[in-house]
């Protein structure tokens, strides 16, 4: 078990290189437990190459990157897997498995290759799939559903691993409204009621601010790091955006909402 | 959907065995059900036909195997098992070995040689192949890096194999027949020594295939969802290019380059039932021994007394089969 509100995820002086191109430049941050932390962003901010580099995929040109405070890459493939689930920003289509097989994948890191599922993994896969409202149509192909079905599978996927550090890659593009706000409230209590530390790269800015910290990031470094309350981070999400977008409170509940700010003709 | 799966199977067995049974009745005088009771006919169903059937069947079995193999580790459904450079390495070992044999002509035939001729083509192949699949990894740098960069080496080796059979073939033009021979593939001279030697194939590869297909399903997801699940990428796919080549390698051997069953078995299967990896490629390979099992008794019958190449038939069958299929999807 973690400790309440521990540091789970440290990335330290983090550079990363794509194509011979420093795309990362010296982040520095800590993840801990029970909290849901949103990173926004331009195009080509470096959101989904620090995804990465946190998940492991893709190798540090300079710092590091520590897991449960021991280095990332010092963790077997498997502990690690079990560890931090990650789940990517263009699924490939994994045609003829049905959905049921592909969120049975999740299990694979306490499986391994050889093992057999128990009842345990299938109860976790049920819950996982109920979750994310996919379990009615569990035995169909990947390739027959619409993006944003696709979406919820691989997020079941994510979700079967079971891990304390869950990384998702845009997990809303393809959703429509009603399953952008159910995502936000999983996301939410999966980070305050199972304490899990939840990181999202989020490019629907009014959902992002809903979350308990958002990372603000434009060519490759981070500009701002804390809650949307704070000043200087709707300051810096108006920089990176070019005041294309205002922050204001609405509603009810004084809610945090992107506007878009359209230039009068 | 588990229905489907047993439909499929049982369709698979049945089918199996009733090409099996024409497989010992048919022959270069036509059909003939008497064989199987006429004591004078005995001898040669249990000496040529249930050799060259059950030859026939384990050749499809590990093409089969391999095509699926290779259409889940490429996550292309073009793929097929002479990718790796296996088709290649092995008509190269083949035109050698001819062009040596004739070169040796008349020590050869003072040796007796015809059986040590076949002997050394189905060594030659065999080593052929693998050889074709090691350059193809060496030239990749093993299994590490990607999926991508070993096809395209196992391209590049094709191409260039493939030129030095054609040079050897210009150098010794004897060779050409026996060439084409092998590369239109035969199931002409499998006997039971054939049959062990494909037995054992199949039983170095099935099993493997079985424990480890779940890798395939992972990989279907991509290579980062892959690894950020835990797979080891570069030893399984270091393991299963050791599979298909080991399947393509001793199929190749005995039976030379039979066209269309690796690329065409996993789009059957597919076709019929949606299922993870191990059930396709073990029905993969249950379709892959029907298809040539078909294509054998054909191969027989079709111009009898004379004998069709048993590639070209595999080729026509299975490939009208996925022209259908093709014009079906459109179709929809």
Redesign the interface.
């Known amino acids: 078990m973690t400790r309440h509100g521990a540091s789970l995820l440290q990335a330290h002086g983090v550079s990363a290189v794509l194509g011979g191109t420093e795309v990362l430049h010296e982040v520095s941050l800590a993840l801990p437990s029970d909290q849901w932390t949103a990173i926004i962003g331009p195009n080509g901010a470096g959101k989904s190459t620090l995804l ?1 580099v946190l ?1 492991g ?1 893709l190798p540090c040109a300079a710092g590091d990157v520590q897991l449960m405070d021991q280095p990332l890459l010092r963790w077997r ?6 560890r ?3 789940m ?1 920003q263009q ?8 959905v049921r ?2 969120v049975h ?2 299990r ?2 306490h499986l ?3 093992g057999t599922p128990a009842a345990e993994d299938e109860a976790i896969v049920q819950q996982a799939m109920r979750q994310t409202e996919c379990a009615a149509w569990s ?1 169909r ?1 990947m390739d027959t559903l619409s993006g944003g079905e696709r979406q919820r599978v ?1 997020l079941a ?1 994510a979700l079967a ?1 079971r891990a304390p550090v869950l990384l998702l890659d845009e997990p809303t593009t393809h959703l429509d409204p009603p399953h952008q706000v159910a995502l936000v409230r999983l996301l939410q209590r999966l980070a305050h009621d199972e304490g899990l530390c939840v990181v999202s790269v989020l490019h629907d800015l009014s959902l992002a601010l809903q979350a308990d910290r958002v990372i603000v990031m434009a060519a490759g470094r981070v500009r701002a790091d804390g809650p949307c309350s704070e000043a200087h981070v709707r300051q810096a999400i108006s920089d990176v955006f070019q005041g294309a977008v205002r922050i204001e409170r609405i509603g009810p509940q004084d809610q945090w909402v992107a506007v878009p700010q359209l230039p009068r003709e | ?1 588990a229905s489907a799966r047993r439909r499929l199977l049982l369709t698979l067995a049945l089918a199996t065995l009733a090409l099996a049974l024409c497989g010992l009745v048919v022959g270069s005088e036509g059909w003939s059900f008497g064989a199987l009771t006429d004591p004078a006919l005995r001898q040669v169903v249990w000496d040529i036909r249930a050799p060259r059937t059950a030859g026939a069947w384990l050749t499809g079995l590990l093409l089969g195997l391999s095509g699926a193999i290779a259409q889940g580790l490429f ?1 292309n459904p073009l793929a097929e098992p002479y990718l790796l450079g296996s088709s290649a390495g092995a008509g190269l070992a083949v035109v050698i070995v001819l062009a040596a044999g004739h070169a040796g002509g008349q020590a050869f035939q003072l040796l007796g040689a015809d059986a040590l001729l076949r002997l050394g083509l189905v060594g030659a192949a065999f080593v052929g192949a693998l050889g074709g699949v090691s350059l193809t990894l060496l030239l990749a740098r093993g299994a590490q890096r990607s999926t991508t960069g070993l096809l395209l080496a196992g391209v590049v080796v094709g191409f260039v194999l493939g030129a030095m059979a054609d040079l050897v073939t210009m150098a010794a033009p004897e060779a050409l027949r026996g060439k084409q021979v092998f590369m239109l593939g035969t199931t002409g001279f499998l006997g039971w020594t054939s049959c062990g030697a494909l037995a054992l194939g199949a039983l170095l590869t099935l099993p493997p295939a079985w ?2 297909a ?2 395939l ?2 990989l ?3 290579e ?2 892959a ?6 990428l570069p030893q ?1 796919r270091m393991l299963m290019v050791v599979l298909l080549a080991l399947a393509t390698g001793t199929a190749v051997a005995q039976a030379g380059l039979v066209a269309f069953v690796g690329l065409v078995s996993p789009h059957l299967v ?1 076709s019929r039932v ?3 990896h191990r059930f ?1 490629l073990m029905a993969s390979a249950a379709t892959g021994g029907v298809l040539l099992l078909a294509g054998d008794v054909l191969a027989r019958s079709v111009i009898a007394p004379e004998e069709l190449p048993v590639g070209v038939l595999t080729a026509v069958l299975g490939g009208s089969y996925l022209m259908w299929l093709l014009h079906r999807r459109g179709a929809r």
């Open positions: 990465r998940a995929l493939t498997r502990e690690r897997a079990q931090l689930a990650w990517s699924g490939e289509s994994a045609g003829e498995l049905s097989d592909v994948l999740g694979l890191p391994g290759l050889l035995e192909r691989l996927r691993v | 959907m996550r424990r480890f779940r890798a399903d992972a279907a997801l991509g980062d969802s690894r950020s699940l835990g797979l080891p399984v597919r949606q299922a993870p396709t």
